[in-house]
């Protein structure tokens, strides 16, 4: 019996000898074989490296080049699929603090949502220029910028089903941090804390205060994204740009608006700027993703792109202190100007409060106003390229509103009286002033003006006939 068991014993330890000699010899067979001193053959896979380490990074890079996939994107990205399309002749690039463009390379990290860094693009006034990563494109060469907002759903925190004014101010504003996740699917009645989304006038579906909702934006065009114009449209109505420190393109009817944005990029499915997409990008910007509070009023009087008040302004007032000195606003590239973009940085959406008031593709049904419209000229177009409202909405109808449009969800609304002691209606997000369209006044315009003050912003909505007006311009959204 002792025999036996000093014969197992011997075998164990045999057994573990042999293990440990094993795992030195894998170990050291690893690292040589990793090591820049093992050499082989690399000429059938097209690298010069005759190193194992060397044609493994080769052949990585390689990958990278043939696939054309941005790694890091999709990797560690919180878009879930919503990242960037770069079609046609956008081209992506980082802008620096002080406004300097360069070609972003995207096999880098060159937007990053969760840190408030939106993606950004150009398109070129000379596109047979080819630029190199991280070359300097001149401002001299860039025709328009725009912003991706990529495709997500939102958690709703209103419906927006209350009509009319109350008389009295209320003591605090409830703007809150709206809930967002981004990706492609749909939301469904059939999910959990989901709702299917309701795409007309004064419909709420199924939904509840806490479902998520995919924005109507995403679902209309049929896109991830949307590439929204940074600033309001600049140069001519025949030869449209988007610049910043420009002045705004105004004094348009909304048919000749609607149509110059139309066929400004065919290939790039561009249109002018609807409700709902205003409001995709409104909600974006008072999340965790955005500068989640209200942007600062471009205060610019000579209605210059890009502009905002400085800290020592008034804007707590109507109207709000306004105009073209450096003590009262400065440029988007600026500490200050920051202030006025959706990010609170450098990458975000401009002209969003203030500037001018930006006309939306979004009015009352079978109501045309002075905009130049029929109902034959405008419903030749795809009914994506249009917000139509309740033919029956006055004033104070806001139950009419498209959930996700940013206009009735903002309630409640109240008729009070300004600094200045006239009553104006307000939203109860930030004060902005708020108001349905109506027979008389059938279109949608955005964001206040310049001198606006207190009633401008992000969440700031009104009426208008849809005729030629100085102070009016519009925005170019590509899908």
């Known amino acids: 019996m002792k025999k036996i068991i000093k014969i197992l014993k011997n075998n164990i330890l045999g057994f573990i000898f042999g293990v440990i000699v094993a795992i030195i010899i894998s170990t050291y067979a690893t690292t040589q074989l990793a090591s820049s001193s093992v050499y082989y053959d690399n000429a059938t896979s097209g690298g010069s490296s005759n190193t194992v380490n060397g044609a493994i990074d080769e052949l990585?890079?390689?990958a990278k080049v043939k696939c054309n996939i941005n790694f890091k994107a999709y990797t560690e990205s919180l878009l879930n699929g919503a990242d960037p399309v770069l079609k046609n002749n956008l081209v992506p690039v980082n802008i620096a603090n002080d406004g300097t463009v360069t070609k972003a390379n995207i096999e880098e990290e060159w937007y990053s949502y969760e840190n408030k860094r939106w993606a950004n693009a150009v398109i070129l006034k000379d596109e047979s220029i080819i630029y190199s990563n991280n070359q300097t494109i001149p401002e001299s060469n860039i025709e328009s910028y725009f912003v991706w907002i990529p495709k997500y759903s939102y958690q709703l925190f209103n419906l927006g089903?209350?009509?009319?004014?109350?008389e009295s101010k209320p003591t605090i504003s409830i703007a809150k941090e709206i809930n967002i996740k981004f990706g492609l699917t749909n939301t469904s009645d059939s999910n959990t804390n989901?709702?299917?989304t309701p795409m007309t006038s004064g419909a709420s579906g199924n939904c509840s205060v806490g479902d998520y909702m995919t924005h109507p934006a995403f679902i209309s065009m049929n896109a991830n994204g949307l590439w929204?114009?940074?600033?309001?449209?600049?140069?001519?109505?025949?030869?449209?740009?988007?610049?910043?420190?420009?002045?705004?393109?105004?004094?348009?009817?909304?048919?000749?608006?609607?149509?110059?944005?139309?066929?400004?990029?065919?290939?790039?499915?561009s249109h002018m700027m609807k409700n709902t997409e205003w409001g995709a990008v409104a909600y974006l910007s008072n999340s965790k993703?955005?500068?989640?509070?209200?942007?600062?009023i471009n205060n610019y009087s000579a209605l210059l792109t890009g502009y905002a008040a400085t800290d020592s302004t008034d804007q707590s007032a109507f109207p709000g202190t306004s105009g073209t000195s450096s003590d009262v606003t400065l440029p988007y590239n600026t500490t200050t100007?920051?202030?006025?973009?959706?990010?609170g940085n450098i990458t975000g959406v401009y002209d969003m409060s203030g500037g001018v008031f930006e006309a939306?593709?979004?009015?009352?049904?079978?109501?045309?106003?002075?905009?130049?419209?029929?109902?034959?000229?405008?419903?030749?177009?795809?009914?994506?390229y249009y917000d139509e409202y309740n033919s029956e909405s006055i004033l104070t109808t806001f139950s009419q509103r498209i959930l996700g449009d940013a206009t009735g969800e903002m309630g409640p609304f109240y008729y009070y009286a300004d600094k200045d002691g006239t009553n104006r209606q307000h939203n109860n997000w930030y004060a902005d002033r708020s108001g349905f369209v109506y027979s008389s006044n059938p279109w949608f315009h955005r964001g206040g003006l310049y001198s606006y003050g207190v009633t401008s912003g992000q969440f700031n909505f009104h009426n208008y006939n849809g005729g030629a007006n100085?102070?009016?311009g519009f925005r170019l959204v590509l899908a």
Do not use: H, W
């Open 60 to 62: 990585y890079d390689m």
């Open 161 to 166: 089903e209350t009509d009319g004014y109350a």
């Open 194 to 196: 989901e709702c299917t």
């Open 228 to 269: 929204v114009a940074k600033f309001e449209t600049t140069g001519d109505i025949s030869n449209l740009t988007v610049k910043p420190g420009i002045a705004s393109l105004r004094n348009k009817t909304v048919k000749s608006m609607f149509e110059a944005a139309y066929n400004y990029q065919r290939n790039n499915d």
């Open 289 to 296: 993703y955005g500068i989640n509070t209200e942007v600062r």
């Open 337 to 343: 100007g920051y202030k006025a973009s959706t990010t």
């Open 360 to 384: 939306m593709a979004a009015y009352r049904r079978n109501t045309y106003g002075s905009s130049g419209f029929t109902e034959s000229t405008l419903t030749k177009y795809n009914y994506k």
């Open 470 to 472: 100085g102070y009016l």
